[in-house]
């Protein structure tokens, strides 16, 4: 049996930060991938958005203030640094290597993992006891014993079960949503600076942004964003309401669409020019007006069905693409110190998206990696 001071399970991103700050060098970190950050290299379209320089806990689904108060984005950046990584932010604040490669990322994060720690790649953790005061971590390899140990495995909560600590189920987040209109007509088209109002049980949350429709779904950083609504509720359920013109009160938009009528068309050409065509057979779809109208014809309550679809337009979520960036769920903050140890197991620590912490998208879910990785790490 290895034996080491602390083991690591999972070398993504808060594992290798986890495995960068430790001064202990009696450390290994096991993965069952061959390649250490793997997942790093698809963030940020393989340009890995790392962190954003707008950041504090409004942007997460809870407080994470006193961690961040242990290493925040300042520190991140300087500590990539230091490992040689040159950084820009755009206009959103979102932070990217210089390179616009995740590779360059990986590359800087990989340089010494290896002459920090001991790492066995491409090695399936299967099962981990606590014996007296030790962890026994069982892979498909090995078997290994530790003081320490830090579970970083991302959407993987299996590994813990037998430990008796509580975590919530994961469900897909920051994920395209999945509708039952039927959206053929719509797929490709993009409605930009909407209003967009995810609805699901009693919870309501809108942002702005653009909406990317696809065959049989909704797409876009908005609705990734928006998605975590569905994500914690019970079922993956509910509606996104997308408000067209959200700068045009409705009365504006009703007398825009009262000074159309003299356009003398049918009302399936009524919107040309106003709306992409599309998106106008929808409007008219989900008024459920008569196509053939004459433009002259629409009466007041017909141009208030109008303008109020216009600013509702409504599909009706049924589910999640399986693309999901991140999970919610995992271990809550409340069942660990300000450390991430357990509260109720001794000496085991927990990093990353295993913890009940889950961002917007803009770089804020690497922050947490880094962020959780870094405390643990000065620890082991
Ligand atoms: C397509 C995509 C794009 C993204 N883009 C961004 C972005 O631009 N900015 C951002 O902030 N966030 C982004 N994210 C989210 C970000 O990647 C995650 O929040 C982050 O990687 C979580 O880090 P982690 O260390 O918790 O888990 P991971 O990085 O998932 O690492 C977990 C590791 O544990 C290993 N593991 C799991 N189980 C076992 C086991 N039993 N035995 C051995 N090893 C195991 C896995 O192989 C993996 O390497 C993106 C995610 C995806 C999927």
Same mark, same amino acid.
């Given at each position: ?69 242990? =290493? ?6 300087? =500590? ?79 590994? =813990? ?20 209109? %039927? ?86 050409? =009524? ?20 196509? %053939? ?65 889950? #961002?917007?998208? #803009? ?18």
């Amino acid at each position: 049996m290895k034996d080491y001071d602390a083991i690591i399970i999972g070398c993504g991103a808060s594992g290798t930060m986890c495995a960068l700050s430790t001064k202990n060098k009696n450390v290994a970190i096991i993965d069952c991938n061959f390649l250490p950050s793997k997942k790093i290299l698809v963030t940020g379209n393989g340009r890995c958005n790392l962190t954003n320089l707008n950041l504090d806990s409004s942007f997460y689904n809870t407080n994470i203030d006193a961690y961040l108060n242990q =290493f925040n984005v300042k520190q991140t950046l300087a =500590f990539f640094e230091k490992l040689g990584l040159e950084w820009y932010a755009d206009e959103e604040n979102r932070v990217y290597p210089i390179t616009n490669s995740a590779k360059s990322v990986v590359d800087v994060l990989s340089k010494d993992l290896k002459n920090k720690v001991e790492m066995f790649l491409d090695e399936t953790v299967l099962n981990i006891k606590k014996e007296n005061e030790k962890f026994v971590v069982s892979t498909n390899k090995n078997i290994f014993s530790c003081k320490k140990l830090v579970i970083s495995t991302g959407g993987n909560t299996e590994l =813990f079960k037998n430990l008796n600590i509580l975590s919530s189920s994961f469900t897909p987040s920051l994920v395209a949503l999945k509708c039952s209109n %039927n959206l053929k007509n719509l797929n490709g088209v993009r409605i930009s600076n909407a209003l967009v109002t995810a609805i699901c049980e009693n919870n309501k949350k809108s942002e702005m942004g653009e909406v990317l429709f696809k065959e049989d779904g909704l797409s876009g950083i908005v609705i990734f964003n928006l998605s975590s609504i569905f994500s914690r509720a019970k079922n993956f359920n509910g509606k996104i309401v997308i408000d067209i013109f959200p700068s045009l009160p409705l009365s504006t938009l009703k007398q825009k669409l009262e000074n159309r009528k003299m356009l003398n068309v049918p009302l399936n050409k =009524f919107f040309v020019g106003f709306l992409q065509n599309s998106v106008a057979d929808e409007v008219l779809k989900q008024s459920k007006l008569n196509g %053939n109208i004459d433009s002259k014809e629409l009466t007041e309550n017909e141009i208030n069905v109008l303008a109020t679809t216009l600013k509702n337009l409504t599909f009706n979520i049924v589910g999640a693409y399986s693309n999901n960036q991140i999970f919610s769920g995992g271990v809550d903050l409340s069942e660990l110190t300000l450390g991430l140890e357990s509260k109720k197991v001794k000496n085991l620590y927990f990093t990353g998206e295993v913890c009940n912490v889950d #961002g917007v998208c #803009g770089g804020y879910n690497l922050q947490w990696a880094w962020t959780s990785g870094h405390i643990v790490g000065e620890q082991l």
